[in-house]
C-alpha cells in the first residue's frame, strides 16, 4: 500500500515564500514521476511541476521562475520551494507519484496525497 505524506502548506501573505514537501511509503520498484498539482475552487486540476525519470523537471507557465521543484528518488520524497507567491496560488496542492509498485518489470500506478492547502493573502 503506497501513501503519500504531504506536509507545508499554509496562509502567506503575497510576495511570501512555502516549502512543500511529500513523502511516498510502500513498496516501491521504481519511480516514474514526482511532482505536484493544485486545484483551485471551481477549477480544474493542474499540473504545477513535476520531475520526470529523475532528472527532468517541468513546471506551469505560470509557475516557472517562481517555485522550484526537487527530490530523491532513493528517499521517495519531492519538495516544492515557492517564492514571491501571488494571490492566484493559492489552492489545494496535490503530491502525486506515477511508480511502480508491484514489480520493476510491471505497469505503472497513479496515487495522489491527501492535499494541503495554500492560502495567499493580498
Known amino acids: 500500500q503506497v501513501q503519500l505524506v504531504e506536509s507545508g502548506g499554509g496562509l502567506v501573505q503575497a510576495g511570501g515564500s512555502l516549502r512543500l514537501s511529500c513523502v511516498a511509503s510502500?513498496?516501491?520498484?521504481?519511480?516514474?514521476?514526482m511532482g505536484w498539482y493544485r486545484q483551485a475552487p471551481g477549477n480544474e486540476r493542474e499540473v504545477v511541476a513535476l520531475?520526470?525519470?529523475?532528472?527532468?523537471?517541468i513546471y506551469a507557465d505560470s509557475v516557472k521562475g517562481r517555485f522550484t521543484i526537487s527530490g530523491d528518488n532513493a528517499k521517495n520524497t519531492v519538495h516544492l520551494q515557492m517564492n514571491s507567491l501571488k494571490p492566484e496560488d493559492t489552492a489545494v496542492y496535490y503530491c502525486?507519484?506515477?511508480?511502480?509498485?508491484?514489480?520493476?518489470?510491471?505497469?505503472?500506478?497513479?496515487?495522489w496525497g491527501q492535499g494541503t492547502q495554500v492560502t495567499v493573502s493580498s
Open positions: 502525486n507519484l506515477d511508480a511502480k509498485t508491484v514489480r520493476n518489470t510491471g505497469p505503472t500506478f497513479r496515487y
Open positions: 510502500g513498496t516501491i520498484f521504481s519511480i516514474n514521476r
Open positions: 520531475i520526470i525519470s529523475g532528472d527532468t523537471t
